[in-house]
């Protein structure tokens, strides 16, 4: 059995969420400022203004496995028997965690952020838990900020089927930063980790060397993006403030993060004043509160430096397999996890790990 | 040994005013401003400070006898490069900015180069201008002293970037090596996030500019159009390259179509153009997984020794941890890509 940890599904259109908002968002979002319709399907976040001018051509229509269109037309993973066919029949999914990236806390508008939010998750409830009782879902936030946040998280969280709050990893200011810290609070509270996937615009450039020219620098890049989230996490002293924040990395890969571990404990030893908060090595805080989920799977030169990998990590109960459907880069259940890591621990990475973070067993 | 990297620290702006024109020095004593302030390492951290004493009253690092008592002569030091990380470029003035670059590396030819023929040096570039870095490395990439070009790992675009391709004529032209070198001011934030709280972050953050430089300059086809490219990374720490390059090569396998000029995969790239200053040693403590560390980046030729002097690193000056397979790492490495004699 197999849980995936990053199933991104989508509603057919913006308007197809509609239905979900209020009267007055509804207006809104349909008046002024909406994209021609060919722009909006062919792009997979919603909303009218959010950071722009950090564009690529990408690797597929919507960065989309090409075989992932429904029969229908409709965009991919919109369609939920489609979506069982091709991943959750498939490969004998357990449980799929959806991560919908349809942009709600990336609105330069944080209330229409958070509207949008609320429709998102009313949209999964409806339209996805529902129907297949297979789904967990992701509490969308306009992350931005944390009052607006720590409200939808409260709507949402006595729904047991919502199993994390979700936020993109690049945003507006480094992650450890007080403005998230109610958001976080909300979550902890709830006993819900706070996923963090890839993407997102920032506010600026993906690197702190200036804009790179390709969407290869962009996806490969992006694993910068985790490092520094991570390292802001723990010397802002997050997890002391807030010690039963879990925070789930998704799509970072893993294998940056045994040497993050290192430089950040080598750090520590020589300017550990710089975080006074913390009165422990950042590795072994990393290892008490974060959990990362494997696509885009690292694969080594070397296969036999997978496992060296792992043990360098020391992380063996805290990796989760995810494929990523339906994008291009989407990591098949039956390969991405090489046998060269023992039995033991693709058990681990492909079910009993998840289960644990997200207490599968017990909604 | 060769130790490639060594701090050359302009003390103040005095030492440049002999270096200055007429109208530099006016302008100096008449705005009375004092040079960039912006540093890679506020001096008052625990890694800006060595264990060193001012040597006959100077700071370590600001006079040549300091680094003669304290580098070459204990450690018999057989060359050692200059690398002076005097922030032009935070400077938004262009012409100040390079009236300064050149001040500074005449000051490198005459206190440092022309009295110790164990030195070389990088040269200080204006990289606000990447026009006006190459005139500057046309001036004075023929010096025999200037082996290589300084640029600050932090920069406004990465160095991939077809807007430097006339720095990058001019470094080659004169066979440097582009040196990318830990900090930069380019007044972005250093983070595809913003700016963190704390320098300790931002320590540990200079590891993904060496990544996003390292992926723009292979992404861009910078190996492909300057086959004889030889780049250096210093104060870059080494750990993180392996998880870097095995990334990079899966991004490569997926996304070839995108940059179909590149004939190889990036790692390919990396090993042959690149070399990595030893200090901050930033991998395991334990010397068996540093060794698999080392055995993982696919080239022991890539590590050269560098001392970082004057600041400060566990272990002491010159340390060099257990797990290291390679003697060649303590000189020989250095002197091929360095092309020192």
């Not at chain 2, 490639?4 to 003390?11: E, I, R, S």
């Not at chain 2, 370590?60 to 070459?72: D, F, I, K, M, Y």
């Not at chain 2, 030091?77 to 200059?82: D, F, K, M, Q």
């Not at chain 2, 953050?205 to 210093?234: H, I, K, N």
Request: glycine share 8%.
């Amino acid at each position: 059995m197999i849980v995936d940890c990053d199933i991104h599904n989508a509603p057919v259109s913006e308007t197809a969420l509609h239905a979900y908002l209020p009267e007055a968002w509804r207006r809104r979002r349909s008046a002024g400022g909406r994209l021609a319709p060919e722009v909006e399907a062919s792009r997979e976040t919603l909303g009218d203004r959010s950071y722009l001018g950090s564009e690529y051509p990408r690797a597929t229509p919507r960065a989309a496995r090409t075989d992932a269109w429904p029969p229908d037309g409709s965009p991919p993973a919109s369609n939920l028997p489609f979506l069982r066919e091709q991943l959750l029949d498939r490969y004998d999914i357990e449980y799929g965690v959806l991560t919908p990236m349809l942009g709600a806390g990336e609105q330069l508008d944080l209330e229409s952020g958070a509207a949008l939010a609320s429709a998102i998750n009313d949209w999964q409830a409806a339209e996805w838990l529902d129907p297949e009782p297979r789904l967990r879902a992701s509490i969308n936030v306009a992350y931005e900020d944390g009052e607006l946040s720590a409200r939808e998280i409260a709507r949402c969280a006595d729904d047991p089927r919502f199993v994390q709050v979700l936020m993109l990893i690049r945003t507006a200011e480094p992650l450890g930063r007080r403005k998230y810290w109610p958001l976080f609070r909300a979550a902890a509270e709830r006993g819900l980790p706070v996923g963090v996937h890839y993407g997102g615009w920032g506010r600026g450039p993906l690197t702190g060397t200036g804009f790179p020219s390709f969407y290869l620098e962009d996806q490969v890049g992006m694993a910068t993006a985790f490092q520094d989230q991570l390292t802001s996490l723990v010397f802002e002293g997050v997890f002391e403030e807030i010690p039963e924040l879990r925070i789930v990395l998704i799509e970072g890969g893993v294998a940056w993060l045994a040497p993050l571990m290192w430089r950040m404990d080598r750090a520590f030893e020589l300017l550990g004043s710089e975080a006074p908060k913390l009165d422990r090595r950042p590795s072994e805080v990393i290892r008490e509160h974060v959990w990362l989920t494997t696509q885009p799977m690292d694969e080594p030169e070397r296969t036999a430096d997978l496992p060296v990998l792992f043990d360098h990590m020391g992380m063996d109960d805290r990796i989760c397999f995810a494929t990523d459907y339906p994008h291009w880069d989407f990591d098949s259940p039956e390969r991405a996890i090489p046998r060269v890591l023992g039995e033991d621990r693709r058990r681990r990475i492909m079910r009993d790990n998840a289960h644990a973070l997200y207490r599968l067993g017990d909604g | 040994m060769i130790d490639c990297d060594v701090h050359a620290v302009v003390p103040d702006t005095s030492v440049l005013e002999p270096h200055l024109d007429d109208h530099w020095r006016e302008v100096l004593t008449t705005t009375q401003f004092s040079g960039p302030t912006d540093q890679a390492h506020p001096p008052n951290l625990a890694t800006s400070l060595g264990d060193f004493p001012a040597v006959d009253g100077a700071a370590p690092g600001t006079t040549l006898r300091s680094l003669q008592a304290q580098v070459l002569e204990p450690l018999g030091i057989e060359t050692a490069i200059l690398t002076c990380d005097y922030a032009v470029d935070s400077i938004r003035n262009p012409d100040a900015a390079a009236a300064l670059a050149s001040a500074v590396n005449d000051w490198l030819v005459a206190e440092w180069l022309d009295r110790d023929p164990r030195l070389r040096a990088a040269l200080v570039v204006p990289i606000g201008q990447p026009a006006m870095a190459a005139v500057e490395v046309h001036r004075l990439g023929g010096h025999p002293g200037f082996v290589a070009a300084h640029l600050p790992v932090r920069s406004a675009m990465p160095y991939g970037n077809r807007g430097w391709w006339p720095l990058f004529d001019a470094i080659t032209e004169h066979d440097l090596v582009a040196q990318l070198h830990f900090g930069g001011s380019p007044g972005l934030p250093p983070t595809a996030s913003g700016w963190p709280s704390t320098w300790i972050e931002e320590h540990v953050d200079m590891a993904s500019a060496f990544q996003s430089q390292l992926l723009s300059l292979v992404a861009e086809g910078t190996f492909d159009r300057y086959p004889g490219l030889r780049v250096a990374l210093l104060e870059a720490g080494f750990a993180w390259l392996p998880a870097f390059l095995w990334r990079a090569d899966k991004g490569w396998r997926g996304l070839r179509r995108e940059v179909p000029w590149l004939r190889r995969e990036p790692s390919a790239y990396v090993r042959e153009h690149v070399r990595v200053g030893l200090q901050p040693v930033d991998g395991p403590p334990d010397a068996a997984q540093l060794a698999q560390v080392v055995d993982q980046l696919g080239a022991p030729e890539m590590l050269m020794f560098a001392t970082d002097w004057p600041h400060r690193h566990p272990g002491g000056l010159g340390s060099v941890p257990d797990g290291l397979p390679d003697a060649a790492i303590l000189s020989e490495n250095a002197r091929t890509h360095y092309r020192l004699p």
